[in-house]
């Protein structure tokens, strides 16, 4: 069983948006992996990590590397909360699923990306996804999310189906 979290920003321009979008994509590597794949209801920012919960701030799993790029890109804007798409992909990834350690500072280049990533862009893999608030700050800020559906079809705003 191997489940991977990723985080990427699709840029502006290639998303149609006026502002670059932080994601936070959870995948399987196998087809059990996908029902026991986590359904966070709220993300915690803390310098370059990511916490990722529950309802009722249960954690899942340890914090996550975040780029400045991916904090930037999720801090709140004149139009927008702070928030990050998450996408739970609802069926396994061929090859490689996790990215290699990146830095920090800049993310890594375009070249540096998983095989996957593309064709997951391009919407050619079965996803649910969900816009979730991100909290900063001290442990005490986490959104506990209390009434936050918990299950499929009803925690996600969308799901695609190629």
């Not at 087809?31 to 709220?42: F, K, M, Q, Y």
């Not at 996790?98 to 830095?103: E, L, S």
Request: proline content about 11%; glycine content about 10%.
């Amino acid at each position: 069983m191997g489940i991977h979290f990723t985080t990427v920003v699709v840029p502006a321009e290639r998303s149609g948006t006026d502002a670059d979008n932080p994601v936070l994509i959870i995948a399987g590597e196998m087809l059990d992996d996908i029902p026991h794949l986590p359904l966070p209801v709220a993300l915690h920012l803390m310098e370059n990590e990511l916490g990722v919960y529950g309802p009722h701030g249960h954690m899942l799993g340890a914090p996550l590397p975040v780029s400045d790029i991916w904090g930037a890109a999720a801090a709140p804007t004149r139009n927008y909360v702070a928030q990050a798409r998450v996408c739970v992909v609802l069926e396994p990834l061929p090859e490689e699923v996790g990215t290699h350690a990146v830095p920090l500072k800049t993310g890594a280049p375009e070249s540096g990306l998983a095989s996957w990533l593309g064709p997951l862009l391009a919407g050619e893999f079965k996803m649910a996804f969900r816009a979730v608030r991100v909290s900063t700050g001290g442990p005490l800020m986490v959104d506990s999310a209390l009434h936050a559906p918990t299950r499929l079809p009803g925690w996600a705003d969308h799901i695609h189906t190629p």
